[in-house]
């Protein structure tokens, strides 16, 4: 397997090639494995900074690679503005995102959901270690040993571990492979594995929320950062910011009324769907006072967007452990039903997440097994038990 020391070293000399650089580099890659590529980064390229196309007998494959040389974080507003292109070109195959630095857990969520392709730091040095390809990085970046000492410090060591790729425990298949050299077989289930296991620790967590009975606002929070679990379509939520910032941020080109709504999530589902999310603090009932802020809030967004002449749907949740058993109320509910607001329960939504990730569940489980992980384990276990209770 590739030694630290080298990957390390390599990596800080892609850091510190020029953005322009860069693009060249990643074409490049792609170039080696066969493609034929154009780089076309500069103004006006809508998010194409390099393009790669490949012909195999009959059929031919076009993929759009934005490079992006960064320090920091990819973040999941970097995902959706790369998927864009995807809105733009109807002749891409598949979207690629490139770049030096490394993803948040968040940005992985998304790239998985919009079905980008990731290749960070880490990766890219892999690539080029394990394919002979140093002389491709030699005609861009300066040798390590004439970078500024600066850069072997920490703060290479620690973006490196960021991503658990020196310390993640992993299963022994996928420990054959790095030991057989199939390394980037390897990496690809070790991602899969990463996202899979961030995804149930996220579950296990919203089941202890339910249990513990936490405050709303750190329900709020839960669900902002794991929109997916109310539903897979489910991105860019926010929270915290009033009902017409949302919408103003969304369609600049509409003027909304202004109005100091301020729903508990905003969110953007499939085909730009809008959502609006009210929830109470697990183990509380929905109210009448409940019933009328959603209805207020939905009767809002549809209205604002039925006078801009935009079409976009608006729908809303309201999420809790049940409602009152006031006659009146339940009239309210049964009409609000009628509108196309959703109402859900806390368990319900821990039953659909177990059950729509059951395979992830599975791999987790099975890799758990394999390193011994028996914390991880037992809250698998726990999470299994609301099916068999369904």
């Known amino acids: 397997m590739t030694d630290e020391r080298r990957v390390k070293e390599t990596y800080v000399r892609l850091q510190n090639l020029h953005h322009k650089d860069?693009?060249?580099?990643?074409?490049?890659?792609?170039?080696?494995?066969?493609?034929?590529?154009?780089?076309?980064?500069?103004?006006?390229?809508?998010?194409?900074?390099?393009?790669?196309?490949?012909?195999?007998?009959?059929?031919?494959?076009?993929?759009?690679?934005?490079?992006?040389?960064?320090?920091?974080?990819?973040?999941?507003?970097?995902?959706?503005?790369?998927?864009?292109?995807?809105?733009?070109?109807?002749?891409?195959?598949?979207?690629?995102?490139?770049?030096?630095?490394?993803?948040?857990?968040?940005?992985?969520?998304?790239?998985?959901?919009?079905?980008?392709?990731?290749?960070?730091?880490?990766?890219?040095?892999?690539?080029?270690?394990?394919?002979?390809?140093?002389?491709?990085?030699?005609?861009?970046?300066?040798?390590?040993?004439?970078?500024?000492?600066?850069?072997?410090?920490?703060?290479?060591?620690?973006?490196?571990?960021?991503?658990?790729?020196?310390?993640?425990?992993?299963?022994?298949?996928?420990?054959?492979?790095?030991?057989?050299?199939?390394?980037?077989?390897?990496?690809?289930?070790?991602?899969?594995?990463?996202?899979?296991?961030?995804?149930?620790?996220?579950?296990?967590?919203?089941?202890?929320?339910?249990?513990?009975?936490?405050?709303?606002?750190?329900?709020?929070?839960?669900?902002?950062?794991?929109?997916?679990?109310?539903?897979?379509?489910?991105?860019?939520?926010?929270?915290?910011?009033t009902l017409t910032d949302s919408l103003q941020e969304e369609f600049s080109e509409i003027e909304f009324k202004q109005e100091n709504y301020r729903p508990d999530i905003f969110a953007l589902g499939y085909q730009d769907v809008i959502e609006i999310v009210e929830l109470k603090q697990p183990g509380r009932k929905i109210g009448w006072d409940e019933v009328k802020q959603a209805t207020t809030y939905t009767k809002y967004a549809r209205n604002q967007l039925s006078e801009s002449d935009n079409r976009k749907k608006v729908g809303c949740q309201l999420i809790a452990d049940g409602f009152s058993d006031d006659a009146e109320k339940w009239h309210h509910i049964n009409k609000m039903r009628e509108f196309g607001i959703q109402i859900r329960h806390y368990n319900s939504i821990i039953l659909e997440a177990v059950k729509s990730n059951q395979a992830v569940i599975d791999l987790v489980e099975r890799n758990s097994k394999s390193v011994g992980n028996t914390e991880l384990l037992e809250e698998i276990k726990k999470l299994k038990s609301y099916i068999g209770n369904d």
């Open 22 to 241: 860069f693009e060249h580099f990643i074409s490049d890659l792609w170039e080696y494995d066969g493609w034929v590529t154009e780089v076309v980064g500069g103004p006006g390229d809508g998010g194409r900074d390099v393009i790669a196309t490949k012909h195999e007998r009959t059929m031919r494959t076009k993929v759009v690679i934005q490079a992006r040389r960064y320090k920091n974080k990819i973040q999941p507003k970097d995902i959706r503005e790369v998927n864009s292109v995807t809105d733009l070109y109807s002749d891409i195959d598949a979207v690629v995102l490139a770049t030096t630095s490394t993803f948040s857990d968040n940005a992985f969520k998304d790239a998985n959901h919009l079905n980008v392709h990731l290749w960070d730091g880490y990766r890219l040095c892999v690539y080029v270690l394990e394919n002979d390809l140093k002389s491709v990085l030699d005609e861009y970046a300066p040798p390590f040993s004439e970078l500024p000492l600066s850069h072997e410090g920490v703060e290479v060591e620690s973006t490196l571990n960021e991503q658990n790729y020196f310390e993640l425990d992993y299963s022994e298949e996928i420990s054959h492979k790095f030991a057989e050299q199939d390394i980037l077989n390897a990496l690809e289930e070790l991602d899969e594995y990463r996202i899979g296991r961030d995804r149930v620790k996220a579950i296990i967590r919203l089941r202890q929320i339910v249990e513990n009975n936490c405050l709303e606002t750190e329900v709020v929070e839960f669900f902002a950062d794991n929109p997916y679990l109310l539903d897979p379509t489910w991105s860019n939520a926010k929270f915290e910011r």
